[in-house]
């Protein structure tokens, strides 16, 4: 386990199969269109179903359910300082996915 990172012990799936990560984004991510900046990018990777969601505590929640690549992508985006407001830290999990979404969402 990497410092800050929780993983599932799924670290071994094959790079196309499907997983679910889960990500909670600290810092100054709400109200500064960080969601919708979230889903472009989820769009724009391709092959990631799931959502965005502001916490009442400030976080920013982001569940995205694809190929173990393109949620890796999206992590590295959460992490890469390229987005709105300012990210401090982000804390993800992986899962198997649940499946249930149609694209990618903001709520």
């Known amino acids: 386990?990497?410092?800050?990172?929780?993983?599932?012990?799924?670290?071994?799936?094959?790079?196309?199969a499907a997983v679910r990560m889960t990500a909670w984004v600290r810092g100054r991510v709400q109200g500064v269109g960080f969601r919708w900046f979230t889903r472009a990018e989820a769009l724009r990777i391709g092959g990631v179903e799931g959502f965005v969601i502001n916490l009442r505590d400030g976080r920013v929640q982001v569940v995205a359910e694809g190929g173990r690549i393109e949620c890796e992508r999206l992590l590295e985006w959460l992490r890469a300082g390229d987005t709105p407001g300012n990210v401090s830290g982000v804390t993800e999990i992986?899962?198997?996915?649940?499946?249930?979404?149609?694209?990618?969402?903001i709520r």
């Open 1 to 16: 386990m990497t410092a800050g990172i929780a993983k599932a012990d799924d670290n071994n799936a094959a790079p196309g």
């Open 94 to 105: 992986w899962d198997q996915p649940r499946g249930g979404y149609d694209g990618f969402a």
